[in-house]
């Protein structure tokens, strides 16, 4: 499997701009997770779907962000509209829920910098 | 809710030397316990877990890590350091898998591994 691909790797823009981040999980894996770090705040969940549905988005910093599952193979995570202070990565991660041991697999990031 | 606090947020050893990352967890439910290891520039991957059985559980690249549930404590070591051992080491938790909201880990804040040859 390719594991999960995540794109863009970076992003550049400007304050004020909509940033969309997309993720492919690992297909068959029914968890998908949004995560952001930054030097200050570590690891922070953001949201997480199951099934294609958000289940818990209490991580979600402000109206500004928004998460989707259209479909079991793709989600995206929108900014709109981006401030300096979402500059971090963001990774997406997925599992499997008749995994028991919830182990979840990370996707390489998005390095988000917004000026 | 469960948390988990790792003590030092960088921690650095010589080439061969004892590695020892210490984790310790709060939950109010018996615990699965993750480590996590981050290189530069990528995401994170699984090191090793303990979910039920054997408190000692070992990991890929040599680790291994002790659940103490007296301690509520899930230190990682490794005998000896390698120069490939440097990276950021995440440990996390989860209650379980009963429920939806139980998928979710929490982790904790890092330690940057260095070492020096």
């Known amino acids: 499997d390719a594991g999960v691909i995540q794109s863009p790797r970076h992003e550049v823009t400007e304050m004020g701009q909509e940033v969309t981040l997309r993720c492919k999980p690992i297909s068959g894996h029914d968890y998908l997770f949004w995560y952001r770090q930054t030097m200050m705040r570590g690891l922070e969940l953001l949201i997480y779907f199951n099934n294609n549905v958000p289940i818990d988005d209490s991580g979600m910093p402000e109206d500004r962000f928004s998460a989707k599952m259209p479909n079991a193979s793709f989600s995206t995570l929108k900014i709109q509209p981006s401030e300096p202070r979402d500059s971090a990565v963001y990774f997406c991660?997925?599992?499997?829920?008749?995994?028991?041991?919830?182990?979840?697999?990370f996707g390489p990031g998005t390095r988000l910098t917004v000026l | 809710a469960q948390s988990v606090t790792q003590l030092g947020s960088h921690v650095s050893v010589s080439e061969g030397a004892l590695v020892l990352l210490r984790c310790n967890y709060s939950s109010s439910v018996p615990p699965y316990l993750f480590w996590y290891v981050q290189y530069p520039n990528q995401g994170l991957q699984l090191l090793l877990k303990?979910?039920?059985?054997?408190?000692l559980v070992k990991g890929i690249n040599g680790f291994e890590a002790e659940f103490k549930k007296s301690e509520t404590s899930f230190h990682l070591t490794k005998p000896s350091a390698h120069m490939s051992d440097a990276a950021e080491y995440f440990c996390?938790?989860?209650?379980?898998?009963?429920?939806?909201?139980?998928?979710?880990?929490?982790f904790g804040k890092g330690t940057l591994l260095t070492v020096n040859p």
């Open positions: 996390a938790v989860s209650v379980g898998f009963s429920g939806g909201s139980n998928y979710k880990l929490t």
């Open positions: 303990y979910t039920t059985g054997a408190t």
């Open positions: 991660a997925s599992s499997l829920s008749r995994d028991y041991n919830n182990e979840q697999f």
